[in-house]
């Protein structure tokens, strides 16, 4: 059974720079694309970005040019670079990664496995 294990978040100031990390271990050759949701109180889970399994990223409005994904294949670890940070963009951050070719990681339908969220505070 596929983990998806995140690193933890953490607080940082407007305007600062925090990069998460998301490692896969159990059956990773069933890991296909990867990517990153977010959920804000009282919001649903929302799409930030995803990168395929040929390294090919993706991003959501959200994402803003701010945030860059990248994966590291050789360690199952996909990460996502998050600058110039906005109070808004506080939440909890989900890694998420798909098991088929044919299923996309830019809806939480084409999820198959979920980390279990790490939070991001970003302070005024």
């Known amino acids: 059974q596929v983990q998806l294990v995140e690193s933890r978040g953490g607080m940082v100031q407007a305007g600062g720079s925090l990069r998460l990390s998301c490692t896969a271990s159990g059956g990773t050759g069933s890991v296909y694309d990867m990517g990153w949701f977010r959920q804000a109180p009282g919001k649903e889970r929302e799409f930030v970005a995803t990168i395929s399994s040929s390294d090919s990223p993706w991003y959501s409005d959200v994402a803003g040019g701010r945030f860059t994904i990248a994966r590291e294949f050789g360690k199952n670890t996909a990460y996502l670079q998050m600058n110039r940070l906005k109070p808004e963009d506080t939440a909890i951050y989900y890694c998420?990664?798909?098991?088929?070719?044919?299923?996309?990681?830019?809806?939480?339908?084409?999820?198959?496995?979920w980390g279990k969220g790490t939070l991001v505070t970003v302070s005024s």
């Open positions: 998420a990664a798909a098991d088929s070719s044919a299923r996309a990681v830019t809806s939480t339908a084409g999820v198959r496995y």
